[in-house]
């Protein structure tokens, strides 16, 4: 139990388009999903916390506008990166939290994304 | 301000040398303490969850401590295939940011060599 799956594993775009990285609970219901970053040899970097049926709560220096997150249902949580620069590139996770273990977060397998 | 320090960054063992990774934190109050393992391209993989002082897990070869500073991975006769990024995380009672945040330390970057 407790699986969380990313969708796509990777991507590679060019400059100036966007990207929609989708993470799904398989087997449990997730009221909260959160989105990392994680560069090369460092750990991973809270973007944004989604909470079901609400706007998503974004870190500090994390831009709204560019990485836009939507939590449509219990088990879908979406990333959109727009108008991606090679900046942008990096690895990209995210987890859920279940309704019945408040403190466990489950991590899917993330997304490479790679910019042009 | 909430911080997780893990040590050593990389530690290389022989196929059953025993040892210790160690995550030491400080942060306000602590709601829990979180082992993963994550291997390379790849997400976290969820190990051990660790509540209060004094209290233990084990997984197979893996047995996690906690006190009220720090905890410890023991990894009892490595394998090759225990070879990964081991990351520890925090959870604070009171974050005002987001609701039961993860705070990670940088992880420790094991080898085992057969």
């Known amino acids: 139990g407790a699986v969380v799956s990313q969708h796509p594993s990777r991507v590679i775009c060019k400059s100036g388009t966007s990207v929609k990285i989708e993470c799904r609970s398989l087997?449990?219901?997730?009221?909260?999903m959160f989105w990392y970053r994680q560069f090369p040899k460092k750990s991973l970097m809270l973007m944004a916390t989604?909470?079901?049926?609400?706007?998503?709560?974004?870190e500090q220096g994390v831009e709204k506008d560019k990485f836009l997150i939507n939590h449509a249902s219990l088990t879908l949580s979406t990333l959109t990166v727009t108008s991606a620069h090679p900046e942008d590139s990096s690895f990209y996770i995210c987890?859920?939290?279940?309704?019945?273990?408040?403190?466990?977060?489950?991590f899917g397998p993330g997304t490479r994304l790679t910019v042009l | 301000e909430d911080q997780v320090t893990q040590s050593p960054e990389a530690l290389r063992l022989q196929e059953g040398e025993s040892s210790s990774l160690n995550c030491s934190y400080t942060?306000?109050?602590?709601?829990?303490l979180f082992w993963y393992r994550q291997d390379p391209g790849k997400g976290p993989e969820f190990l051990f969850t660790?509540?209060?002082a004094g209290e233990e897990k084990e997984k197979e070869r893996l047995k996690a401590t906690l006190t009220k500073k720090e905890s410890f991975l023991h990894i009892t006769a490595p394998k090759p295939e225990d070879s990964a990024t081991y990351l520890c995380?925090?959870?604070?009672?009171?974050?005002?940011?987001?609701?039961?945040?993860?705070?990670f330390g940088k992880g420790t970057k094991l080898s085992v060599k057969p």
């Open positions: 995380a925090v959870q604070a009672v009171n974050y005002g940011g987001s609701q039961g945040n993860l705070i």
């Open positions: 087997d449990f219901q997730a009221t909260t």
């Open positions: 660790l509540y209060s």
């Open positions: 987890s859920a939290r279940r309704l019945v273990s408040y403190n466990e977060q489950f």
């Open positions: 989604s909470n079901e049926g609400s706007k998503a709560t974004y």
């Open positions: 942060v306000s109050g602590l709601r829990g």
